[in-house]
């Protein structure tokens, strides 16, 4: 099983970006299916966004859609996510996950997860 870790986050004002990566060791990354996930305080783990294991097919939450594109380097084994026009209600607890299969947006079907990294978007 993939092991994942997260970096990049940190304070931004509204209307910065930001850019997450996440790295993978001790699989096969070509063979999972990434996603990102966010977890604001007091609220649910939600779904961000998923890329196939080759990057030809991508599903953003509509919160996010035309704001954040997601991104992998098989190569590297690095997932990453780009965040533009941050807003507020944007910051949480971002998690990087993997699964073998395609794209799922409810967290019990991912099979690895990260340990997350702060984001802040101040206003």
């Known amino acids: 099983q993939v092991q994942l870790q997260e970096s990049g986050g940190g304070l931004v004002q509204a209307g910065g970006s930001l850019r997450l990566s996440c790295a993978g060791s001790?699989?096969?990354?070509?063979?999972?299916?990434m996603g990102w996930f966010r977890q604001a305080p007091g609220k649910e783990r939600e779904f961000v966004v998923g890329?196939?294991?080759?990057?030809?097919?991508?599903s953003y939450a509509d919160s996010v859609q035309g704001r954040f594109t997601i991104s992998r380097n098989n190569a590297e084994n690095t997932v990453y996510l780009k965040m533009d026009s941050l807003k507020p209600e944007d910051t949480a607890v971002y998690y990087c996950?993997?699964?073998?299969?395609?794209?799922?947006?409810?967290?019990?079907?991912?099979?690895?997860w990260g340990q997350g990294t702060q984001v802040t978007v101040s206003s």
């Open positions: 996950a993997a699964r073998t299969g395609g794209i799922q947006t409810v967290t019990i079907a991912w099979e690895s």
């Open positions: 890329i196939s294991w080759e990057g030809g097919s991508i």
């Open positions: 001790g699989g096969t990354f070509r063979d999972y299916t």
